[in-house]
């Protein structure tokens, strides 16, 4: 099958376009490279995507490119493509968040309507949940987003709705919580605590420490999307989540394990936006996909930490050596 990924040189796009390649799919990629974050680090994601001769991407952003052809000649759509952020996402960021979340998505949608696709699989997230009373957070429960990134995921969510009600467009939606792994990106939880770690700088926590989160591990994330793909039913939502439910205060400790370096911390108030606690009740994904989480928490953090220190290595080998200024020895 030839298929289409949104964001392929992001964190989950990479990811998710390696293990299609494996399973014998030809996978073109769109990515714009925005500069939310450091392009090295997703031309370092996609290097050994870009070695295949099944795999071609496209450097430009969804809002600008001719999706009807492009779409025609796939099979099937992941759309990861989006502006992440919830801290960043207030006031007139809002816009991008708009243009490249909603916008976009509704313009692939479009695009897609009327097109033999056997899945449209969209990245959705728990970020839609925001502040219902649920504990943990079933396909059911109440959706009261608590940021404009939140908002701007869950209106493209429903977009998926309307286009499988309206048109028949074969659309899944994926709500991930709170993924990581090797390729997190730079302004998630982990990579800036690991960073800091190998740093020797402190990390920020907000707030007490005690808010909790549901820690999937990407290579699940991965296989979920698969599922959905040859298992899943069009028009429906699905939980994705870890099943590691964890304070921050409690996860200190493995840090430290695992980097054998002692932990700095620095804290500030607690953020706008930031929800308390997540929680994916998986029954539904269990059922109809056969996804059950397989990473152990600290497994996939050591799988994190190595990579953070591959990362941030080769960083500093492709820096040039400082020259020296004239009038000076060394």
């Known amino acids: 099958m030839k298929v ?76 990861l493509a989006a502006q992440a ?56 429960s109440p959706l009261l987003p608590l940021s404009p990134y939140g908002v701007s995921k869950l209106a493209a969510e429903q977009l998926c709705f309307l286009y499988h009600e309206c048109y028949g467009t074969p659309t899944i ?10 390729g997190q990106r730079p302004d998630m939880a982990f990579h ?42 069009t028009g429906q939502v699905y939980n994705i989540g870890g099943g590691h439910r964890e304070t921050l205060r409690n996860l200190i400790p493995l840090f430290e394990e695992i980097s054998g370096r002692p932990v700095l911390i620095e804290r500030a108030e607690p953020q706008k936006g930031d929800v308390l606690h997540t929680a994916a009740k998986l029954d539904k ?3 109809e996909l056969g996804f059950k989480p397989r990473t152990a928490l600290r497994e996939g953090l050591e799988r994190e930490w190595d990579w953070i220190r591959s990362l941030y290595a080769s960083r500093r080998e492709r820096r040039p050596a400082p020259r020296l200024s004239k009038g000076k020895h060394s």
């Open 4 to 79: 289409l990924v949104t964001g392929a040189a992001g964190f989950i796009g990479a990811h998710l376009s390696r293990r299609l390649l494996a399973e014998g799919c030809t996978v073109t990629g769109i990515d714009c490279f925005s500069d939310y974050y450091p392009r090295w680090i997703k031309e370092r994601n996609i290097a050994p995507l870009l070695r295949s001769k099944r795999f071609r991407l496209i450097d430009k952003d969804l809002n600008d490119l001719p999706l009807p052809g492009i779409l025609r000649e796939h099979g099937a759509v992941y759309h």
């Open 85 to 140: 952020g919830v801290r960043a996402s207030w006031g007139r960021s809002f816009s991008v968040y708009v243009k490249n979340n909603i916008q976009a998505s509704q313009s692939l949608l479009e695009a897609a309507k009327g097109l033999p696709l056997k899945k449209f699989i969209y990245a959705s997230s728990s970020s839609v949940y925001g502040l219902t009373p649920d504990i943990p957070m079933t396909e059911k």
């Open 173 to 182: 939606a994926l709500r991930f919580f709170t993924v990581y792994g090797p």
């Open 192 to 233: 800036k605590f690991f960073k800091a770690i190998l740093e020797g700088t402190p990390i920020t926590v907000y707030g007490d420490g005690r808010q909790t989160r549901d820690f999937t591990f990407v290579d699940d994330i991965v296989e979920a999307n698969l599922a959905a793909l040859t298992r899943g039913r």
């Open 285 to 287: 994904a269990r059922r």
